[in-house]
């Protein structure tokens, strides 16, 4: 007797290679995204039919990432790294200026070498420090530092304040979870604020602006304070609950600068008040703790500091968006994740997000 087979049967291995808790988080948020990318970009036509194409860019990036066995990023982690400061070098050589800044570099199309390291770094400090399981000394932690400030550097210097913090904090993160000591982290942290007069002078003249205008925006509301009073403004004139969908003042009448990217959760904040503020962190909130888990359970070296790192990148993506949007800190240029719109922060997030899936998928596969 013939069987008939089940479509669901055909269907099942390609969608089970997602984790489910991950999965639905980023579902959720990317929703949200585009139901305030919808109102944002009212008069920006096109701009939610591009943004759809990017959140299934970026779910394609997510589920090969997801087949991809924690073995082969590993001996994928030193190319990896070695091509993406290649491409960092040629920027700073030959790259092409946008808007007053050297970071794209043409082969074929413009890419942006900087996003290809909010991954390889810390990848390459996985792996380093995996090599040396058991026997990690001061020298180690040494050289890891330098193959973070190297990429750090070159990504100042382009300038792109933003890009280096990120690349910063998630390589940071694989440094100290392999052991660092407090002692150190107080320590540099006591340097680093001694080091702040110096650190001052060698600031563009933009970014020293920046910093003065978080202090006191007022002393310039039609230059440089403006893109924080008017997203502070639209925060709070949101209230409890909210102006309502397609009815935020603020984002229609063009006060909210780079209200589609940067500036999104301000209109976010203003149409659905702390109702729906409180809703949006508890999804990030969620989709944080679910990393930490994945790092947590995570079988080997490589692969707990390898989550832990891209947990971090999420944590500092929407804390930093959200930090300078409400006006405690400086306007850097950073996305709110899943959420801004644009094509290559989203597919770079589903790449992270599609390594901890990979990293849980074959934990449970070791275990079984």
């Known amino acids: 007797m013939r069987r008939h087979h089940s479509p669901w049967q055909y269907i099942r291995p390609y969608i089970t290679v997602f984790d489910g808790p991950l999965a639905i988080i980023v579902f959720l948020i990317m929703s949200v995204g585009i139901v305030t990318l919808y109102s944002a970009g009212i008069d920006f036509p096109g701009r939610v039919e591009d943004q759809l194409r990017n959140m299934l860019v970026?779910?394609?990036?997510?589920?090969?990432?997801?087949?991809?066995?924690?073995?082969?990023?590993m001996r994928f982690a030193v190319p990896v790294y070695v091509v993406g400061m290649s491409l960092l070098i040629a920027v700073a050589v030959f790259g092409v200026v946008k808007k007053g800044s050297r970071r794209w570099v043409h082969i074929g199309i413009d890419i942006q070498p900087s996003e290809i390291m909010k991954i390889a770094t810390p990848l390459m400090l996985a792996w380093y420090f995996q090599k040396r399981e058991g026997m990690i000394r001061w020298g180690?932690?040494?050289?890891?530092?330098?193959?973070?400030?190297?990429?750090?550097?070159?990504?100042?210097?382009?300038?792109?304040?933003?890009?280096?913090?990120?690349?910063?904090?998630?390589?940071?993160?694989?440094?100290?979870?392999?052991?660092?000591?407090?002692?150190?982290?107080?320590?540099?942290?006591?340097l680093g604020l001694a080091s702040l007069p110096l650190i001052w002078t060698r600031l563009h003249d933009y970014q020293r602006q920046r910093v003065?205008?978080?202090?006191?925006?007022?002393?310039?509301?039609?230059?440089?304070?403006?893109?924080?009073?008017?997203?502070?403004?639209?925060?709070?004139?949101?209230?409890v609950f909210g102006k309502g969908w397609l009815h935020g003042t603020q984002a229609h009448l063009e006060f909210i600068p780079e209200r589609t990217t940067d500036f999104i959760f301000a209109v976010f904040a203003e149409e659905f008040g702390l109702i729906g503020i409180s809703v949006l962190l508890v999804l990030y909130l969620f989709l944080f703790a679910r990393g930490l888990m994945i790092a947590a359970n995570a079988p080997t070296f490589f692969t707990r500091l390898l989550a832990g790192s891209l947990t971090t990148i999420f944590f500092t993506y929407a804390f930093v968006n959200m930090g300078m949007v409400s006006g405690i800190l400086p306007v850097v240029g950073v996305p709110l994740p899943m959420m801004s719109y644009g094509g290559t922060a989203l597919v770079t997030l589903g790449m992270g997000v599609g390594i901890l899936m990979s990293i849980q998928r074959h934990r449970k596969l070791i275990q079984t």
């Open 58 to 73: 970026a779910f394609v990036v997510m589920w090969i990432a997801a087949n991809v066995p924690p073995q082969t990023l």
């Open 140 to 190: 180690e932690f040494v050289v890891a530092a330098l193959l973070l400030v190297l990429p750090m550097g070159l990504i100042i210097k382009q300038p792109d304040l933003g890009t280096a913090l990120l690349v910063m904090t998630s390589g940071f993160a694989v440094i100290f979870l392999a052991g660092l000591s407090w002692r150190v982290i107080f320590g540099t942290g006591i």
């Open 212 to 239: 003065l205008t978080l202090i006191d925006p007022t002393t310039d509301p039609l230059g440089k304070g403006f893109h924080i009073i008017q997203s502070t403004i639209a925060v709070g004139s949101g209230g």
